[in-house]
């Protein structure tokens, strides 16, 4: 925190501290004295030293290159950092955050002579398989055309000219603290397919929804986030290590490489924007980060994308917020937070949504951020004032991942909102017997959290016959469906149709076992039916059908024996 | 270098003066003493007239007349080879009566962060020789592991063995150790200087020492120079370089300390809203960097205040950390060692350094067996405490029988017992083998025909 005093300055203005030119953002105006937030480390700067306005909101460049990119909070590209000052953050570097001297062929999609508005798209650029989509930017006037080239350009150079000289090239440049401009706002309806057989099979997040992970430490939020960046059906991820440890980046770093997108089996890295502030990297710039992401994230959205957004963790921005705050002197809220905290997270996933960009296409932005709550106790602020926003709550619980139940998502307290709109989805794309099955397990593990508490008194033996299978079957939803192997080959990534296949076996057992017991059968006996064991294996192979098959047949046959005794 | 004696107001470890020219924040200060002791001090805040100076020592002694110096540089730390072998004090000063450290470079002890992009993914399995923590909660080089205890728990016998047995099977790299001990008593001091005089691991060591009775505000820094000097050790020199600090729960006491001084807005439990901040600069710097040879792995000891692990100190280290170690009290006094619990232990990035290539392909499914077999027995011990063994089903009968010898076999250990992963594995199965096939649901087919002990016999008779 710096104070300068002689600035003309503006709220939010990027200004350069000192003799090293230290990048920081006027945060508060007092009479003569302008505070500002440096985003570097101030160790050493003396008082006397001169600081500079830019006279530029803090802002990020967007046009052709960021995909792949990995950058830190104020959109530096960390792999430039290295080239610039070696294998540690030094101070005082600034760096572009698009290469202005590499060239990409562009192909114009308008032609001479046609009127373009803000927002709309002239051209194309083949930047890794995805198609970067070249637009007018939203807050330039827009005209008619007088020429625009096909050729190899940098992002500097203008690729088309308007008749009153306005000149087009591929960058703009955004402030980040403010939303892109859309057409219109749209209730989500499809759902974000994951892979990951808790979230999409009982508490699915819309594309274009909103999503919140809060988990004690160590109860997998991050490898939850990490699996929602490989494996969800969004065709841009932006995924934003905020103040988290950096060993995870690079493990990000070096994974995705080499993991394929199982939609075009290119590289994930090639759709995937990174954006890695770690804890020991300046706090004013892990503020920024957030907001840095977001904007990436509309800037796809406005080409027509589907945009999924990760930020972990959220709690960590709140508490850059807090320090903030606290050098401020502000009033403090609950619990040292300030006292705009909900105001900043409402403002922040609101940016989320379906939207009909300006350009008249279909694009969304998804927003999954994790929470972490001190001593994992979910009524501390961020979390509350998450939720109060956010539509689908998955909680992690350290109990789970205790015993090593991954995805350590509880699926009592667990909820989505989105259910009643995605019902006609799931009713069309998967099946129209579905949804009833998803009610089904979700009333046989209700049951089964009843019946426990029975048993924690008594005993499962005392149990009526009925409910003890029933509580087998519980066991069977949780060990077959909900339980899933991140590490494993296969099960890291399970489609809808074999999430609803699996699901369908579980209930084929139960109705088998039910039918059984109406003729007689005692619960040992339906619950030592030995083809049932075979189940678990379904989920380590690829081409399950046929083994599924045999194994209903032959699990057919065995209740039928049984009840033939 | 001009000298103050304008010294305004003294508080606790906090002493503030007067001066004319401009001061930088985080600078060295030399506050002399009327008697000729020298002190030293840091820079904490710095305005137009006012500097706030944080004492290292006491601020006993300091008055009004006392001169300061403010030298014009942050911190450094000189580093060279000749430190390894050598004890220094939680300042930095050598206290073992030998000669001065002669720099070959002078290092600001704040460190850099390592940028993301330049390190390099840990995967190097290090072998413990614990079952508990190289079969279910691995360590790999550049990882940071938190052992989180309680007062009167034998984590420093852990921290020693993992210390004294820690390999990279089949490697023959050059390693050192780096100890820095904050606030822990000179008893506890002399157990880890006789264990690395005894194993001859002090000659490729170097040992910080601030004890209990040395001046806390001191172990603000303690764990800095030790950083700093590992990383020397293994960025420029290239050693694969073991960290232990202790005890982390004493440097955030002093930190608590400071900003009540500094008449800060406490966050949870008086401890400052910025240690988060704070403690990950500490703890990340741990890692590997790509292209550089060596590395630097951290194991900081925490007791638990009242074994409570949502207290903020643990909550915040285990929010940073790539997991932690859980030493624990009911193990303890059932006379198991090392008293280990499994269960809120974790170590992310075990998978990393495990499987095949690196350690065996049913690793990481036998761990997770492992877990969720002791788990669902750990459960059940409550279950019987008020419906007695007899209410229970077969199957449950089996999984409490299988927590009991999990415990029994799988933690309990010597102290001086280093079992390699194979015998980690193996003991595994074995005691897999005493549940029925079927119940061994997370392991794969193929896995169980190739590693169950059934079967494994059969192929050899």
Redesign the interface.
């Known amino acids: 925190m710096v104070t300068a005093v002689g600035l003309d300055a503006h709220m939010y203005d990027v200004v350069k501290v000192g003799d090293e030119e230290l990048m920081g953002e006027v945060i508060k105006i007092q009479g003569e004295n302008i505070i500002i937030q440096v985003y570097e480390?101030?160790?050493?700067?003396?008082?006397?030293?001169p600081v500079e306005n830019t006279g530029l909101s803090l802002a990020v460049e967007l046009g052709p290159g960021l995909l792949t990119s990995?950058y830190d909070g104020i959109q530096r590209p960390?792999?430039v950092?290295?080239d610039k000052m070696?294998?540690?953050?030094?101070r005082g570097v600034s760096a572009p955050g698009l290469s202005h001297e590499k060239k990409w062929e562009f192909k114009p999609i308008a032609k001479a002579g046609d009127t373009v508005a803000p927002g709309e798209i002239i051209g194309e650029v083949q930047e890794t398989n995805i198609v970067h989509k070249i637009m007018v930017p939203p807050n330039m006037k827009g005209g008619k055309i007088k020429s625009i080239q096909s050729g190899s350009y940098t992002v500097d150079e203008t690729v088309c000219e308007l008749e009153d000289g306005t000149a087009i090239t591929m960058l703009q440049r955004w402030p980040v603290r403010v939303p892109r401009p859309v057409a219109e706002k749209m209730n989500p309806d499809i759902p974000l397919i994951t892979g990951q057989r808790i979230l999409d099979g009982l508490f699915p997040i819309a594309k274009g929804g909103t999503a919140a992970i809060p988990g004690?430490?160590?109860s997998g939020k991050?490898v939850t986030q990490q699996q929602l960046a490989k494996w969800s059906d969004a065709e841009i991820v932006v995924y934003i290590?905020c103040?988290e440890?950096?060993?995870?980046?690079?493990?990000v770093?070096?994974e995705f490489p080499e993991l394929e997108d199982p939609k075009s089996g290119k590289p994930l890295m090639e759709r995937t924007v990174l954006i890695?502030n770690?804890?020991?990297?300046p706090?004013a710039a892990r503020e920024a980060s957030v907001y840095t992401g977001i904007t990436i994230a509309e800037y796809f959205r406005d080409m027509g994308y589907d945009v999924s957004l990760m930020a972990d963790s959220t709690s960590?921005w709140a508490?850059a917020m807090?320090?903030i705050s606290?050098r401020l002197e502000e009033m403090?809220g609950e619990?040292?937070y300030p006292a705009y905290l909900a105001a900043r997270l409402s403002e922040f996933y609101e940016r989320a949504g379906l939207v009909e960009t300006l350009s008249n296409a279909k694009g969304s932005v998804s927003v999954i951020g994790a929470v972490?709550p001190?001593?994992?106790?979910f009524s501390e602020p961020v979390t509350q004032n998450t939720l109060r926003i956010v539509k689908v709550f998955w909680a992690l619980d350290?109990k789970l991942?205790?015993?090593?139940?991954f995805p350590a998502i509880n699926w009592l307290n667990s909820y989505s909102l989105y259910l009643d709109t995605l019902h006609d989805w799931y009713d069309r794309e998967v099946s129209p017997e579905w949804n009833p099955l998803r009610a089904w397990a979700m009333e046989v593990l209700q049951k089964e959290a009843e019946l426990q508490e029975i048993?924690?008194?008594?005993?499962?033996?005392?149990l009526p016959d009925e409910e003890q299978v029933t509580i087998e079957v519980a066991r069977m939803i949780r060990?077959i469906f909900l339980q899933q192997?991140a590490?494993d080959a296969v099960d890291t990534f399970c489609p809808m149709s074999k999430q609803y296949d699996m699901m369908k076996a579980i209930k084929a057992y139960a109705d088998f076992a039910r039918s059984a017991q109406v003729a007689g059968a005692t619960p040992q006996q339906v619950i030592g039916i030995?083809t049932k064991?075979e189940l678990?294996?379904i989920k380590?192979i690829k081409d399950y059908e046929p083994v599924l098959a045999k194994i209903l047949k032959d699990m057919e046959a065995e209740f039928n024996a049984l009840r033939a005794a | 270098m001009k000298e103050y004696r304008t010294v305004t107001q003294i508080a606790g470890p906090l002493v503030f003066v007067e001066k004319t020219e401009?001061?930088?924040?985080?600078?060295l200060v030399n506050i002399s003493l009327a008697d000729g002791t020298m002190k030293r001090g840091q820079v904490l805040d710095?305005?137009?007239e006012i500097v706030v100076v944080q004492v290292f020592e006491t601020t006993a002694g300091i008055g009004r007349d006392s001169g300061i110096r403010f030298t014009g540089?942050?911190i450094k730390m000189p580093v060279g080879k000749e430190m390894l072998g050598r004890i220094l004090s939680g300042g930095g000063k050598p206290i073992d009566g030998g000669p001065d450290i002669v720099p070959e470079k002078r290092l600001d002890i704040?460190?850099?962060?390592?940028?993301?992009?330049?390190?390099?993914?840990?995967e190097d399995f290090i072998q413990t020789g614990i079952s508990t923590i190289d079969g279910t909660n691995t360590l790999v080089r550049?990882?940071k592991l938190p052992i989180f205890s309680g007062s009167g728990l034998p984590h420093n016998d852990v921290a020693l063995q993992i210390a004294r047995q820690a390999k990279v099977p089949g490697s023959t790299e050059e390693f050192a150790v780096v100890f820095a001990a904050m606030g822990i008593t000179r008893e506890e001091a002399n157990v880890f200087m006789a264990d690395f005089e005894k194993t001859g691991a002090l000659e490729r060591a170097v040992v910080f020492l601030n004890l209990a009775d040395d001046p806390a505000v001191e172990r603000i820094i303690t764990p800095r120079l030790a950083l700093t000097t590992a990383e020397y050790l293994a960025?420029d020199l290239g050693y694969h370089v073991l960290v232990i600090l202790t005890d982390m729960t004493n440097y955030c006491e002093a930190l608590r300390q400071i900003g009540a001084a500094r008449e800060?807005?406490?966050?949870?439990r008086g401890y400052p809203?910025?240690m988060?901040?704070d403690l990950?600069?500490i703890?990340?710097?741990?890692?590997i960097?790509?292209g550089?040879k060596g590395s630097v792995t951290q194991i900081p000891i925490l007791t638990m205040p009242g074994d409570d692990?949502?207290?903020?100190i643990p909550?915040?280290t285990?929010?940073?950390t790539?997991?932690?170690i859980v030493v624990n009290r009911d193990l303890h006094r059932k006379g198991i060692y090392p008293p280990i619990n499994v269960?809120?232990s974790?170590s992310?990035?075990m998978?990393?350094g495990i499987g095949e290539g690196h350690t065996r392909e049913d690793h990481?499914k036998v761990?997770?067996q492992l877990?969720?077999a002791y788990?669902?027995g750990n459960d059940l011990r409550?279950?019987v405490a008020?419906?007695g063994k007899d209410?229970?089903?077969e199957r449950?009968r089996m999984f409490l029988e299988f927590a009991d010898l999990f415990e029994d076999r799988f933690v309990r250990q010597g102290l001086y017992e280093d079992r390699t992963i194979q015998e980690t594995l193996d003991l595994g199965w074995e005691l897999l083998a005493t549940l029925p096939e079927?119940q061994l649901?997370?392991i794969?087919?193929e896995l169980i025909q190739k590693y169950h002990p059934k079967y494994r016999k059969n192929v050899q008779g």
């Open positions: 480390d101030t160790a050493g700067i003396r008082p006397g030293e990995i960390l792999e950092l290295v070696g294998n540690f953050i030094e004690p430490f160590g991050t290590g103040g440890r950096g060993n995870e980046m690079t493990e770093l070096t890695a770690t804890s020991n990297m706090v960590r508490e807090r320090e606290s403090p619990e040292g972490s001190p001593g994992g106790d350290a991942s205790q015993r090593r139940h048993v924690q008194l008594v005993g499962s033996d005392a060990e192997n590490y030995k064991n678990p294996q380590f | 401009p001061i930088g924040y985080n600078e710095t305005s137009d540089e942050t704040t460190g850099a962060a390592i940028n993301p992009y330049a390190r390099s993914s840990p550049g990882q960025f800060e807005v406490p966050g949870r809203g910025y988060y901040t990950a600069g703890y990340e710097r741990a890692g960097i790509k550089v692990i949502t207290h903020p909550d915040l285990g929010y940073i790539e997991g932690q269960l809120p974790l992310r990035l998978n990393l990481k761990s997770d877990y969720a788990a669902e409550g279950l008020i419906v209410a229970l089903s449950d079927e649901v997370r794969d087919r």
